[in-house]
């Protein structure tokens, strides 16, 4: 073993799964975020936890509402994410922009993004600062899976420089020795 930056440690975390955190304002207009520093954080009950920067509009939002929907984008949602990911709800539609699509929730206020792999309603239970980002932790109140969709995304190392092509399936992964 042998000490390094921290920069050269964290990048073997890649490939990081993709999540969208999905939320609404006061007024219904959905905004999605994607993530990665995103885990379960209980078993039972069932709850989830999400890092967020304080000057993302997901911040913003998550911290005046009560709940926010995680959603696992599928493969052919690569694109949308991307955009969803280099854009700012404070200054677009993003459900405009791209061809995501909403579909109310069961339980909560946030919508759900059609054909997700999975979709998690979670009904805020705390908040925690934790330096430049807040841990959002939410108990998943209902549960959903595209009929259509299996396959997960992956965020590799790449994607700054190559946009959409920066996530990969597993597949994809497997295929290439460079991620
Ligand atoms: C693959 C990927 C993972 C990301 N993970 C996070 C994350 O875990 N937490 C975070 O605050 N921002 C994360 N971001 C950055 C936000 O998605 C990005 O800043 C977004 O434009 C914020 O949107 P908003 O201002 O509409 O909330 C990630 C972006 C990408 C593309």
């Excluded at 396959?151 to 996530?167: L, Q």
Aim: with cysteine; aromatic share 8%; charged share 30%.
């Amino acid at each position: 073993m042998k000490q390094v930056e921290p920069r050269t440690a964290t990048g073997r975390k890649h490939p990081s799964r993709i999540f969208q955190v999905v939320t609404a304002d006061k007024d219904g207009r959905p905004n999605a975020m994607p993530a990665s520093w995103c885990t379960f954080s209980s078993a039972e009950p069932i709850m989830m936890a999400v890092s967020v920067a304080s000057d993302r509009y997901t911040h913003k939002l998550m911290g005046a509402a009560d709940d926010f929907v995680l959603s696992f984008p599928n493969k052919e949602q690569k694109e949308a994410v991307s955009y969803c990911g280099r854009n700012s709800g404070k200054n677009v539609d993003k459900f405009e922009e791209t061809d995501l699509e909403t579909i109310p929730a069961d339980e909560v206020n946030s919508p759900l993004i059609e054909d997700s792999v999975a979709c998690f309603e979670c009904k805020k239970s705390d908040s925690i600062e934790t330096g430049d980002h807040t841990l959002f932790v939410g108990e998943v109140v209902a549960t959903h899976v595209s009929e259509r969709f299996t396959e997960k995304i992956y965020t590799t190392k790449g994607w700054h420089e190559k946009g959409a092509k920066g996530f990969k399936t597993i597949a994809e992964i497997n295929d290439h020795e460079e991620v």
